[in-house]
């Protein structure tokens, strides 16, 4: 019989580089990771997710397809945690599984995350629960970010603070103690600089930032990049994605302006418009945040964390410090996610993503 306090939650985040999944156990009200599993995209299924972010030909049966394989992915993953963490499917409550974005428009009603459920649950003989962006959606919602509930459960404290996850796309919590809880999206945190990366070295990313550390910032770019942006001025709710912060995006701008600036001095630029856009949003609507505790990717990049720490001129740290390690924070919502279902328990929020009512988010696909 499936325990009441063990859960799966599996994330592949904006920047396709790879899976990651955790084994929560709940049983002491805090989540413990027993165990947990990083398997990387293949080449193959991650263009092909890039791909799908745009339309093209057949793309129904390609996302479809791809659906199926990222359940595959999603499986292996399972598999791994279990064996290490010495269970059995049936010690699992539920799976947590996102799937992968590739539309997200809520303004126009609609957001599309390619998974196959069923699927997952047919190859692991576990309860999944996904999907867990459209309920918000209906309820006028942008469906984004999904994790601030999340957040406040293992990081509030007495203390102002806010909670950066710097995956492609960086969001934020603000923890204020007396005051709503909010969440929003702030930009580009990974998804420029990958692209960029991939484009001029054929490297997947900018190791600790280090290629960047070889260039300069150029203050008129970065000017333009976040200035002739309107998104970036928006209040929120809001979220963003790939549809908006894209090669497209980048290109048109690096076309109209006038310098003349290196490959690395872009990539400097770049890094500087995440932490740029980043403390903008904070100072603007968290100003009063003593301490940033990170996540995701970015927290890895050395050369982000310092841009982040000069720009938002206060205390920045990853969350392994208190004992989550960067890459699962995440993987560890989504089991989180995936528990508040079975408990019935919103953690749909009007005050982060604007809709007109506390949701339950996901749907569930029994084994």
Request: charged content about 20%; hydrophobic content about 45%.
């Amino acid at each position: 019989m499936a325990s009441a306090s063990l859960f799966i939650g599996l994330m592949s985040g904006t920047s396709t580089d790879g899976v990651d999944g955790v084994l929560a156990d709940f049983s002491n009200g805090a989540p413990h990771i027993r165990a947990h599993a990083s398997l990387p995209m293949p080449a193959a299924l991650r263009q092909e997710f890039l791909r799908l972010n745009t339309a093209g030909e057949n793309e129904l049966a390609r996302a479809a397809q791809a659906g199926n394989a990222l359940a595959r992915l999603y499986a292996q993953a399972v598999h791994h945690i279990l064996r290490q963490a010495g269970a059995k499917a049936g010690d699992i409550a539920a799976i947590g599984a996102h799937g992968q974005t590739v539309r997200h428009h809520p303004e126009a009603g609609y957001t599309i995350q390619v998974n196959a459920p069923a699927l997952l649950a047919e190859m692991t003989g576990i309860d999944v629960i996904a999907d867990f962006r459209s309920r918000d959606v209906a309820a006028g919602g942008q469906g984004a970010p999904l994790v601030p509930a999340f957040h406040q459960s293992v990081f509030s404290d007495v203390r102002p603070r806010a909670v950066l996850n710097l995956g492609g796309i960086a969001n934020v919590t603000v923890l204020h103690p007396d005051e709503p809880l909010r969440g929003f999206d702030t930009g580009p945190a990974n998804v420029l600089l990958d692209l960029w990366c991939q484009e001029k070295t054929g490297r997947p990313y900018d190791s600790r930032g280090e290629w960047a550390a070889t260039g300069r910032v150029d203050p008129d770019l970065l000017e333009l990049l976040i200035d002739g942006e309107p998104w970036f001025r928006r209040p929120p709710p809001k979220s963003t994605g790939r549809d908006l912060f894209n090669r497209a995006w980048l290109r048109q701008r690096l076309d109209a302006y006038a310098g003349a600036p290196g490959d690395s001095d872009i990539q400097a630029t770049l890094q500087r418009l995440t932490a740029r856009s980043v403390a903008l949003a904070i100072d603007a609507y968290a100003a009063p945040t003593l301490e940033i505790l990170v996540c995701g990717g970015g927290a890895l990049n050395t050369g982000l964390m310092r841009d982040l720490a000069h720009c938002l001129g206060r205390p920045v740290r990853p969350t392994s410090e208190l004992g989550i390690p960067v890459l699962l924070v995440e993987a560890l919502a989504f089991a989180w996610l995936a528990r508040a279902h079975l408990d019935a328990r919103p953690a749909g929020m009007p005050a982060v993503t604007g809709a007109r009512r506390e949701t339950i988010l996901g749907c569930r696909y029994p084994a």
